[in-house]
């Protein structure tokens, strides 16, 4: 199992750009979500996801949209990035089914700068 | 979810025992304690979780107070490897939507 990856790990844009962070995950989770990390903070919840079809606004949403076609992936679009989303973020998931500790596996980062 | 306090940084001595400790005095009676840590920028990566009985596992200790509405968290035997921030969070069963605080920064030193 490859857990939850995240491309691209860095980015630079300009204001204004769009792009696509990618979240795959092979564990079958029903549950994926995306934070955010500004410098020193801790994580802020941006969308998530309770399965195929479904996805949900977190803390911090705007600038942001997300999808959820399969189970497996799900991406994260900015949609005319701004200097203020210059963050590293990080895609999880986790399952709720019995015997799951309930524990959210994380991806690695994708570090994203916003000039 | 009930908020939780952390100390905002703490030292602990190499192969000494690092105590954590975390306020959640508004606890429910279904929400769980879990604790994370994030080790320089890397994902956070879960430790280990508990209701109201202590807890333990290969990397940690977890010792929740009779009343709840507090815990630590326990690294037996801190090594160079365990500097990181710790996140101690609250949840009921089945809510994903965890939120993140500040934590606290463990440095250990040799």
């Known amino acids: 199992n490859a857990g939850v990856t995240q491309t691209p790990k860095f980015q630079v844009l300009k204001t204004g750009q769009s792009m696509t962070l990618q979240c795959a995950q092979d564990m079958n989770h029903e549950y994926m979500s995306w934070y955010r990390q500004d410098p020193g903070m801790g994580l802020r919840l941006i969308h998530y996801?309770?399965?195929?079809?479904?996805?949900d606004q977190g803390e911090v949403p705007n600038g942001y949209n997300v999808s959820r076609s399969t189970t497996e992936d799900f991406p994260l679009r900015l949609l005319s990035a701004a200097p203020s989303q210059t963050s590293v973020y990080f895609c999880?998931?986790?399952?709720?089914?019995?015997?799951?500790?309930?524990?959210?596996?994380f991806g690695e980062g994708s570090r994203l700068t916003v000039l | 979810d009930a908020k939780t306090t952390q100390p905002p940084s703490m030292d602990c001595a190499e192969g000494r025992a690092a105590n954590l400790p975390c306020n959640h005095s508004t606890i429910s009676g279904n929400e769980y304690v879990y604790w994370y840590r994030q080790i320089h920028s890397q994902g956070p990566q879960y430790i280990i979780h508990g209701l109201k009985n202590n807890e333990t596992n290969e990397m940690a200790s977890l010792i929740i107070t009779e009343d709840r509405k507090s815990s630590t968290l326990i690294l037996p035997h801190a090594t160079l490897r365990d500097t990181a921030v710790y996140y101690c969070i609250v949840r009921v069963d089945n809510d994903y939507k965890l939120s993140f605080g500040a934590g606290t920064t463990v440095t250990v030193r040799a």
């Open positions: 996801s309770v399965g195929a079809g479904i996805t």
């Open positions: 999880a998931s986790s399952s709720p089914r019995g015997g799951s500790t309930g524990e959210l596996f």
